[in-house]
């Protein structure tokens, strides 16, 4: 196998020169740089991809920050950022912030250690502060899931995702709504309780205050679990009036909802109706209605606009809001019987 040494020697040039011309440098001429790649060529001589990260003082990783591995949302949106970085010749580095409020202390350190080429920021909230520190050591950073004015960001129109569903169940002739949510510190649980609210109040329909529930945090990931949905439906069967429809927050919420309503001999949708959020995969197999995010697309997404950031691509602040798709099936279809 050829080495660097083999090149710079047939080319009758130094390693430095060799190294010059794969990493595209300007400090050589164009002649001593088409001899050299012909070269290379001849050979079949192939550059150690670390090698090459060093001398362009690059990683070749782009990292990703995540919250809550285990969450169906982060897989499916984790396989679109690993299909992108792969297409883009990466390695993908994940960084575990298992506490949200760790997730700038991950983000700085691994900037300011160079530990990668550019960061995936995901489903957390970045202060001020800390992105112009980040932005000052000059690491691209797309935020996914989330938004800052100052920050390349990529999300889902959550707020107009829920109204939408709202206002399906209500089209369907629904009048006693209820909410089971993730924790409001969690941005799209607010952006989607917001959606909920705007169009049951355009409907005229009271908002109980008992039938908006924020699930507990015991198992983390901020309320987003089955779990968690589990007990915030029994919180509600035990309520002397209960909704008559539901819109819940997560696929994963609603199927602890379901199991609990299953339980209690509540028949779904002729008793209660529900509508989650995600589509994940399993969703289908429940016979869920639910929103549809793009979940993968906007993985793949965040990377594409990392790839053009290392190119040198700067064309200002890049805000992608991606819209979501209402998915009718068994457990909201057809309307109140």
Same mark, same amino acid.
């Given at each position: 196998?050829?080495?660097?040494?083999?090149?710079?020697?047939?080319?009758?040039?130094?390693?430095?020169?060799?190294?010059?011309?794969?990493?595209d440098s300007p400090n050589i001429?164009? !002649?001593?740089?088409?001899?050299?790649?012909?070269?290379?060529? !001849?050979?079949?001589?192939?550059p150690h991809a670390l090698a090459r990260g060093l001398a362009r003082k690059r990683t070749g990783a782009i990292g990703a920050v995540v919250p809550f591995f285990t969450n169906y949302f982060f897989i499916e949106l984790l396989k679109g950022i690993q299909n992108e970085v792969s297409r883009l010749g990466y390695d993908l580095v994940l960084f575990s912030a298992d506490d949200v409020s760790r997730g700038e202390e991950i983000l700085e350190r691994i900037v300011r250690e160079?530990?990668?080429? %550019?960061?995936?920021?995901?489903?957390?909230?970045?202060?001020?502060?800390?992105?112009?520190?980040?932005?000052?050591?000059?690491?691209?950073?797309?935020?996914?899931?989330?938004?800052?004015?100052?920050?390349?960001?990529?999300?889902? !129109?959550?707020?107009? =995702?829920?109204?939408? =569903?709202?206002?399906?169940?209500i089209e369907q002739g629904y009048r006693r709504l209820g909410m089971i949510n993730g924790q409001l510190r969690s941005r799209p649980a607010r952006e989607r309780q917001e959606g909920f609210l705007q169009a049951v109040r355009e409907a005229d329909l009271q908002v109980r205050l008992e039938w908006l529930v924020e699930c507990d945090n015991l198992d983390g990931q901020d309320g987003f679990n089955a779990p968690a949905g589990y007990r915030a439906m029994r919180m509600l069967l035990e309520l002397r009036e209960r909704p008559e429809?539901?819109?819940? %927050?997560?696929?994963?919420?609603?199927?602890?909802?379901?199991? =609990?309503?299953?339980? %209690?001999?509540?028949r779904v949708p002729d008793d209660l109706a529900l509508i989650g959020f995600d589509d994940i995969q399993t969703s289908e197999l429940v016979g869920l209605t639910t929103v549809r995010q793009p979940m993968f697309e906007m993985? #793949?997404? %965040?990377?594409?606009?990392?790839?053009? #950031?290392?190119?040198?691509?700067?064309?200002?602040?890049?805000?992608?809001?991606? !819209?979501?798709?209402?998915?009718?099936?068994?457990?909201?279809?057809?309307?109140?019987?």
């Amino acid at each position: 196998m050829a080495t660097i040494y083999d090149v710079a020697k047939k080319a009758g040039v130094g390693i430095g020169t060799v190294s010059r011309a794969l990493n595209d440098s300007p400090n050589i001429s164009p !002649e001593t740089k088409e001899k050299v790649l012909r070269v290379v060529r !001849e050979m079949g001589y192939k550059p150690h991809a670390l090698a090459r990260g060093l001398a362009r003082k690059r990683t070749g990783a782009i990292g990703a920050v995540v919250p809550f591995f285990t969450n169906y949302f982060f897989i499916e949106l984790l396989k679109g950022i690993q299909n992108e970085v792969s297409r883009l010749g990466y390695d993908l580095v994940l960084f575990s912030a298992d506490d949200v409020s760790r997730g700038e202390e991950i983000l700085e350190r691994i900037v300011r250690e160079s530990r990668v080429d %550019a960061v995936l920021y995901v489903s957390m909230p970045l202060s001020d502060k800390v992105l112009r520190r980040v932005q000052s050591l000059r690491v691209p950073v797309v935020l996914v899931d989330q938004f800052h004015p100052n920050a390349d960001s990529i999300y889902v !129109e959550n707020h107009r =995702a829920a109204y939408k =569903a709202t206002r399906f169940m209500i089209e369907q002739g629904y009048r006693r709504l209820g909410m089971i949510n993730g924790q409001l510190r969690s941005r799209p649980a607010r952006e989607r309780q917001e959606g909920f609210l705007q169009a049951v109040r355009e409907a005229d329909l009271q908002v109980r205050l008992e039938w908006l529930v924020e699930c507990d945090n015991l198992d983390g990931q901020d309320g987003f679990n089955a779990p968690a949905g589990y007990r915030a439906m029994r919180m509600l069967l035990e309520l002397r009036e209960r909704p008559e429809a539901l819109f819940v %927050a997560s696929d994963v919420q609603a199927y602890g909802a379901l199991r =609990a309503l299953r339980e %209690a001999g509540v028949r779904v949708p002729d008793d209660l109706a529900l509508i989650g959020f995600d589509d994940i995969q399993t969703s289908e197999l429940v016979g869920l209605t639910t929103v549809r995010q793009p979940m993968f697309e906007m993985g #793949r997404l %965040a990377v594409r606009r990392l790839g053009n #950031r290392l190119k040198g691509s700067d064309d200002g602040l890049w805000h992608k809001a991606l !819209e979501t798709e209402l998915v009718i099936r068994q457990t909201c279809a057809g309307g109140r019987s």
